[in-house]
């Protein structure tokens, strides 16, 4: 007897590249691009594809997709000792509350590289960081090549991050493979993993913000964001040991929102994927309690 499925795939690019180089899908991926450090004093100058703008170059793409079926996402360092990278984003075109995100990537390795997968609130551009929230499904820092970090962020919790580490059994380096790293969230819940969604390893509610913090993760829907930075105040500057190019490969990202249970008499839901990938009621954002009291009386329908 076939086991029902319990989750629909929403959204996915899997990468699937016809040519040895070509640009991300248009329909799915946008760029952020230029330096200034951030906000972390990164060093690099983020590119879009094509671009020729100094110090950015064609020849020398910081992503494409490749006829191997992945994302490339290539940190650089030219003769001048000018680092460039990309950071891609589904920011406009692509974005979700509630649901399974997943990213099967093969990081980097080196001091003072930081490959990362992310979410950011739709409502940045009224509400900005860090009051529209920030989800880190995965953050590593080369320094510490067994371990990564997922965390969160939102207004009353930042500079005191909250988040936590997930080491490899036997500190095998991340870089050696590819590892998936994926989000369970659901309202009032975040919850992240690495390989399997029964591999929880962090789990973040309301209760776990300071006093004062405002729960920002049940206000609206939120875009990904994949991205390799150069340095910064976290990870420090690459060494005479980190080699370049540096070489984030993501061979796909999924998102998936939960089917509605089966009628049970007992009730019954799976405790590690209660999550549903719902939109607010309507398209206004910014009230707290609707979304998960419209969630809990069933009154909202899922829109993508």
């Known amino acids: ?112 590289v930081w490959p990362a997968f992310w979410m950011l609130g739709d409502s940045i551009g009224g509400r900005p960081w860090p009051a529209c929230g920030e989800m ?35 500190n095998v380096p991340f870089a050696a493979g590819f590892h998936t790293f994926g989000v369970l969230w659901s309202p009032g819940k975040v919850q992240y993993y690495v390989d399997d969604p029964s591999n929880i390893y962090a789990t973040f509610t309301p209760a776990s913000l300071p006093k004062g913090a405002v729960w920002p993760f049940d ?15 976290w990870p420090g500057s690459p060494g005479r040991s980190t080699r370049f190019p540096a070489v984030m490969l993501v061979d796909y990202v999924r998102v998936w929102r939960e089917l509605a249970p089966a009628a049970s008499p007992r009730g019954a839901r799976n405790p590690q994927h209660s999550f549903r990938n719902y939109p607010l009621p309507g398209t206004v954002l910014g009230k707290a309690s609707t979304s998960a009291e419209a969630f809990a009386e069933g009154r909202l329908d899922h829109v993508f």
């Open 1 to 112: 007897m076939t086991k029902p499925a319990t989750e629909q795939l929403v959204w996915s690019d899997e990468f699937d590249g016809t040519k040895a180089q070509s640009a991300p899908d248009p329909t799915k991926w946008t760029y952020e691009t230029g330096a200034g450090s951030w906000g972390n004093q990164e060093l690099e100058t983020y590119c879009s594809y094509g671009s020729n703008i100094a110090p950015c170059s064609a020849a020398q793409a910081n992503s494409y997709v490749g006829s191997d079926g992945y994302l490339h996402i290539i940190g650089r360092v030219n003769a001048e000792g000018q680092y460039t990278s990309a950071r891609l984003t589904t920011q406009g075109l692509a974005s979700f509350q509630y649901g399974r995100m997943e990213a099967r990537i093969q990081i980097p390795a080196g001091q003072g």
């Open 136 to 170: 880190d499904i995965m953050e590593n820092i080369g320094k510490q090549p067994a371990t990564i970090h997922g965390s969160i962020h939102g207004a009353g919790f930042t500079g005191t991050q909250i988040g936590l580490p997930y080491t490899l059994p036997g």
């Open 219 to 233: 206000y609206g829907r939120f875009f990904l964001l994949l991205n390799l930075a150069i340095g910064g105040d």
